[in-house]
């Protein structure tokens, strides 16, 4: 690999020595020798973040129009839900395998290939037939099939071209396109059923996006070599090659990671649930406050997607700005802010998601208020969870590491848990009489489970932050392989200039 180094040649020290007297090793090629223009950077992380927005409208699109779906292809609750597991679990099984690919191999080129295969799946699946439903479902497996090449890799190309602050700074306003995607999803697929009386053309909209999308990547996104962005004694490709198992092992060791990993894994969880389940919630709650006529046929008319949307955009979007500026400022007084601040806005989104459950009944408006602040405590967290996994991974296994934990969040997490919602909510309804109050009630209990899940993930998060100093210190070792067992002081690293910030790719020298 260009750039690379022998396997016999130790890499240079942090001050930079040679590898000593009568070693003949070729002069190692760091990241600076890597330079792009600064507006070059950031025109590549706007494009990444317009295809983000566009990648998350796609994880809930469906939602926004499940009613009609489930008229036309009579699908029930925990059918329904069984789309969304489709989709999450195609995209957990194929993220190791572009993680995989991501760290070996050229980054726009695995992206472009998502772009493709999940935006000719979501056109294709606007023209099945009612009689072929489980071709509906395939389709949406194929789309989560592509929306993994993005969601792993990504974050990593933004980690190579940006450091520190900058990187903190930047993760947010990517990271933000997930409730704003989120919610322009809602709004995008009962907007346009609503003006043209037919879902289909909601899924026919995306891929014009797309298309454009694919282009801004092709000509606007470098591929920048690993760790181009931290000047580390590291070759511009990221040191000696490991293999995937080692990869692994050493994530399994770095419990900064792991702890972590399990904390998205709750909030996966809970936003899987509500994503696809909240807009029936509260459709179904407005009937039985009077408010709307049940739907019995197709196009429903359904009011709070356009609103839950519009709450989702609004929450993301502070929430995202609140906590990624919050671990910017009190990380340098506090080196564990970034955990802590994780754990403390997940204890406090259990409180106020069982508020919005148990109150809805009785007052829709208090329903939405907190439903609105559950939302934006656990939008605080996206961006800063990525920095985590960037600051506590070696550069050479980003790629791995992000694939990882996409994998293990979505198996215990929003994979099962529509699907989950789902089937207990027809098990309730099938033991009470049928009637619309008890289909609320039934959804309203199933959903109760997600306030103690979100709960453990705040504790997840605190175990983190036991771990987060040590782990960070390890991960800026100035060596290629997996660093060792043996503790590195910080406050060492920080004299030799490791942990100081050290130069980007998008400065110039």
């Not at 290939?113 to 509906?136: D, E, T, V």
């Amino acid at each position: 690999m260009a750039g690379g180094m022998s396997a016999e040649c130790p890499e240079p020290g942090p001050q930079g020595q040679s590898p000593g007297p009568g070693r003949q090793c070729p002069p190692p090629i760091t990241p600076a020798s890597w330079s792009l223009p600064r507006w070059r950077a950031y025109v590549a992380a706007a494009v990444l973040c317009y295809i983000n927005l566009l990648n998350y409208m796609n994880w809930f699109i469906i939602a926004g129009v499940l009613l009609d779906i489930q008229e036309v292809f009579q699908i029930s609750d925990n059918h329904a839900g069984l789309l969304q597991t489709v989709f999450v679990s195609c995209l957990l099984l194929s993220a190791p395998v572009f993680g995989y690919l991501g760290d070996r191999h050229s980054r726009k080129a695995t992206m472009s290939f998502g772009i493709l295969l999940w935006s000719g799946a979501g056109l294709s699946s606007s023209f099945i037939s009612p009689r072929y439903s489980w071709l509906f479902f395939l389709s949406r497996g194929i789309v989560g099939t592509g929306s993994a090449s993005y969601s792993t890799i990504a974050p990593t190309v933004l980690g190579d071209l940006f450091v520190r602050d900058k990187r903190t700074r930047v993760l947010a306003v990517f990271y933000i396109f997930i409730p704003v995607g989120s919610g322009l999803g809602y709004v995008l697929g009962s907007a346009v059923t609503m003006l043209t009386g037919n879902w289909r053309w909601a899924l026919r909209i995306m891929p014009c996006l797309e298309a454009m999308a694919l282009i801004l990547l092709i000509l606007l996104v470098p591929d920048p070599p690993r760790r181009a962005a931290e000047a580390q004694g590291e070759g511009a490709t990221g040191g000696s090659r490991s293999s995937w198992c080692e990869d692994i092992r050493y994530l399994g060791k770095n419990w900064s990671f792991v702890w972590s990993t399990l904390g998205v894994t709750a909030m996966a969880f809970v936003t899987g649930a509500l994503g696809f389940w909240a807009p029936k919630f509260l459709f179904e709650a407005r009937v039985v406050h009077g408010l709307q006529p049940p739907c019995f046929q197709e196009p429903c008319s359904n009011p709070d997607s356009l609103i839950f949307g519009s709450l989702t955009i609004m929450t993301g979007i502070i929430g995202v700005i609140l906590g990624a500026e919050a671990a910017r400022r009190y990380k340098k007084v506090i080196p564990r802010a970034e955990p802590l601040i994780c754990a403390s806005s997940l204890l406090a989104t259990a409180p106020c998601l069982y508020l919005a459950l148990v109150l809805a009944p009785n007052t829709l408006l208090a329903s939405y208020v907190f439903l609105g602040l559950g939302e934006l405590l656990l939008s605080c967290n996206w961006a800063v969870v990525a920095d985590i996994l960037l600051s506590v991974v070696v550069p050479r296994c980003r790629g791995t590491a992000e694939a990882l934990q996409i994998t293990v969040g979505h198996i215990l997490g929003d994979a099962g848990s529509p699907y989950l919602t789902g089937l207990i909510s027809s098990v309730l309804r099938a033991r009470r009489p049928d009637s619309y109050l008890q289909r609320f009630l039934s959804l309203q209990q199933s959903f109760l489970c997600c306030a103690f899940v979100i709960a453990l993930g705040g504790g997840c998060f605190l175990l983190t932050a036991l771990y987060l100093e040590r782990d960070e210190a390890r991960a800026w070792q100035p060596v290629t392989g997996t660093p060792d067992s043996k503790d590195v002081d910080s406050n060492d690293l920080e004299r030799q200039g490791l942990l100081s910030g050290s130069g980007a790719s998008t400065e110039e020298p």
